[in-house]
Structures are given as C-alpha cells and as structure tokens.
Nanobody, 112 residues
Framework: QVQLVESGGGLVQAGGSLRLSCAAS????????MGWYRQAPGKQRESVAA???????NYADPVKGRFTISRDNAKNTVYLQMNSLKPEDTAVYYC??????WGQGTQVTVSS
C-alpha cells in the first residue's frame, strides 16, 4: 500500500521560510515523478511544483523563484523549500506520486 506522509508545515510570518518533506513508502520511489499541490479555503487544488525521475523540475508561476522542489531517492523523500512566503501561499499542501497517490496534507499558514 502506497503511503505519502507530509511534514514541515506550520505558521510563519510573511517573508519567512518553511521546508516541507514527503516520505514515501509502498512504491519504487526512484521511478515515479513526484509533485506538490496546494488547496486554499474555497479554492480548487492546484499544482505547485513537480519533479521528474531525472530531476527535471516545473513550477507554477506564482511560486517561481521562491520555491524549490527536490528529491532524495536514497531516502524516498521529496522536499519543497519555500522562501519569501506570502499570505497568499496559505493553504494545505499535498504530496503526490505518479499523479495517482496523495498524502494527507500539511497546513501552511503565512501571516501578514
């Protein structure tokens, strides 16, 4: 059974940083593309960043230059480093594997 467990969310002031982690089990991690999504209250879930099996990355326009996605295949973990956070980044952040599997989400709240 595939499990994705996110951690690292919390409350931070605008301009601050957080690092999210997603530990995967039950899948062959290094052959699966991974991604981070977020969902703000009253809004649809949206893609934030993605990383291919070879490390190629893609970012949503609102986070380009501020967020960095990375993966450690030896640890079966994908990360999202979030810098220069803004109140509009407030959302539940979800880890995704292979466009199929989802974690339970971790709350990120950015105060102004």
């Amino acid at each position: 059974q595939v499990q994705l467990v996110e951690s690292g969310g919390g409350l931070v002031q605008a301009g601050g940083s957080l690092r999210l982690s997603c530990a995967a089990s039950g899948i062959i991690f290094n052959i699966n593309p991974m991604g981070w999504y977020r969902q703000a209250p009253g809004k649809q879930r949206e893609s934030v960043a993605a990383i291919s099996t070879r490390g190629r990355t893609n970012y949503a326009d609102p986070v380009k230059g501020r967020f960095t996605i990375s993966r450690d295949n030896a640890k079966n973990t994908v990360y999202l480093q979030m810098n220069s956070l803004k109140p509009e980044d407030t959302a539940v952040y979800y880890c995704n594997a292979a466009d199929q599997h989802w974690g339970q989400g971790t709350q990120v709240t950015v105060s102004s």
